[in-house]
């Protein structure tokens, strides 16, 4: 998918929402999965929810409900809309193919405030 840029974070309050957008540099369209991931602070990288090429998505329990991910293979990008933000989903968030990652781009911070 060669570069990928990912955008849309920012200080939000708890309750709030925002859009994440993920562009490519190249076609995503013969990509099977792609998925977000979040770092937050002092933990792991996880796997917040992953969408296949026919559009099938799969999300953590954790965000479950409160996020899409959708996908535009003709502009190349991958969004994730978050609702009913928590404080827990804080962190920087980051798109890859799934289950297996190339570069990683920079990402984008998320701050939730309570």
């Known amino acids: 998918q060669g570069q990928l840029v990912e955008s849309g974070g920012g200080l939000v309050q708890a309750g709030g929402s925002l859009r994440l957008s993920c562009v490519a540099s190249r076609s995503i369209s013969s990509i099977y999965s792609m998925a977000w991931y979040r770092q937050a602070p002092g933990k792991q990288r996880e796997l917040v929810g992953r969408?296949?090429?026919?559009?099938?998505?799969n999300y953590s329990d954790s965000v479950k409900g409160r996020f899409t991910i959708s996908r535009d293979n003709a502009k190349n990008t991958v969004y994730l809309q978050m609702n009913s933000l928590k404080t827990e989903d804080t962190g920087v968030y980051l798109c890859?193919?799934?289950?297996?990652?190339?570069?990683w781009g920079q990402g984008t911070q998320v701050t939730v405030s309570s």
């Open positions: 969408i296949t090429s026919s559009d099938i998505t």
């Open positions: 890859n193919k799934w289950p297996v990652p190339t570069s």
